[in-house]
């Protein structure tokens, strides 16, 4: 199988050159392990797992062959818990591989993409099926917090400062404040945004790659607030926050702490940086 381009940029991460050699031979134990027949070209939208369509005893699914690391770890315990409820459903789950055979979404449109739905209401209604009380074996929202405060002055210095300090120093006080004085515990899904929620035949919409924690609800926006796929402005990043706070009873003051905090933290590598850096901006007010 010929691997997709998007998987390419794993060659950068520890490890992952090795994992990219292995993985034909992963997703070969993975067919014939599962019995998977009528093998179709990898999704070409996958940056860290390799997704393919597939057939199992007849029916439509995805393999999917992760890049291990510790945001995709619990994907499958989030999916079983979920159970379909929002959330994709998973068939089969193969840790030793981190493997996973999915449900397959049909038509699989990306929410970012139709122009015939309020996008905001279709992730308003999805989280709200998504918040499920929730402890271990996820990660803690609040233990995460405390890494991403240590971590962000070093990861601004290694890519050569591409922000103003500032907005550091602001995401690691939203941090030090925010993830302490959570009072719920709900499973989130940390990457919410409208490339990760799909049409389907079996509902309208579910939510795929979770990335799941858990903390408080207030963190759950932070995707769609930064989702410049909905509208890269001042105004459209406020009115994004704004209206997703009040239709979902959250501390607005909280989700802005906490979009500017992830935001931040995700910042430094991938091809987004300077967008995430504006937007950021945006929520402090410091930039029109």
Known sequence: MRLPETLRHICVY??????????????????ANWKLNKIGAPFRGSNVSLAVPVEQDGNAAVLKIQFPSPESEHEAAALALWDGDGAVRLLAHDPERCALLLERCEPGEYLADTTNEDALKVVADLLRRLWKPAAA???????????????????????????ERYLVD??????????????????LHQDLHGHNIISAERAAWLAIDPKPLVGERAFSIAPVVRSFEFGHTKEATLYRLDRLSDELGLDRERALGWTVAQTMAWS?????????????????????
Not at 14 to 31: I, N, R, S, T, Y
Not at 144 to 149: H, L
Not at 170 to 187: H, P, T
């Open 14 to 31: 520890k490890g992952g050159a090795e994992w990219l050699d292995q993985l034909p031979d992963l997703f070969d134990q993975c067919v």
């Open 137 to 163: 074996p996820f990660s803690c929202l609040a233990d995460v917090a405390v890494q991403w405060a240590l971590e962000m002055p070093d990861g601004w210095e290694k890519a050569e400062q591409p922000c």
């Open 170 to 187: 602001a995401a690691i006080d939203y941090l030090n404040e925010l993830g302490k004085s959570q009072k719920e515990s709900v499973l």
């Open 268 to 288: 430094f590598d991938g091809g987004y940086v300077a967008t995430h850096h504006q937007t950021v901006r945006w929520l402090l007010g410091r930039s029109s």
